[in-house]
């Protein structure tokens, strides 16, 4: 009885390792799933939220913003600055930044002004400087732009 009980538990002990290997065949034939990769070349975007009407801090956004092509590569990098609020006032035609945001729109910067802000202190695009675009709420275009995966920078 004693040798029945050591010849069974020897059998199960051989199928188990049977089984074993069989089951690690199978898991090296079977392929892994990979994680999607990540390509080596993917953009960065940044959006940049200006809504202080002061000169400094425009400049401050407009020198990170050349900061980042810089250090980005301005062929790998999509920047928005949006302006809102009292910040609208630094893309009027005659703001003192002016020709720093149109260095900016050359390099390939969109440059966005609020349409609520304008209506609310009646200004029209012919006040505004030229080449710049327009959005029907700055927030909502801040929003949008963190849903499509943009870093979102307020200097």
Do not use: H
């Not at 009407?53 to 790998?76: F, I, M, P, R, T």
């Amino acid at each position: 009885m004693k040798r029945l009980a050591t010849v069974l538990i020897l059998l199960c002990g051989i199928a188990g390792l049977q089984g074993a290997a069989a089951g690690a065949e199978k898991a090296a034939a079977t392929p892994a799933i990979a994680a999607p990769a990540t390509p080596a070349t993917a953009r960065t975007r940044v959006v940049f939220q200006v809504s202080d009407n002061d000169e400094a801090k425009w400049n401050l956004a407009l020198n990170n913003v050349k900061n980042v092509q810089a250090a980005l590569g301005a062929d790998n990098v999509d920047i928005e600055i949006v302006a809102y609020g009292p910040g609208i006032n630094m893309l009027k035609f005659d703001a003192p930044v002016g020709n720093r945001i149109q260095a900016a729109l050359q390099a390939r910067v969109k440059v966005a002004a609020c349409e609520n802000t304008m209506e609310a202190q009646k200004l029209r695009k012919e006040d505004m400087l030229p080449a710049i675009s327009y959005v029907p709420a700055g927030i909502v275009e801040i929003i949008r732009l963190q849903q499509q995966g943009y870093a979102y920078i307020r200097p």
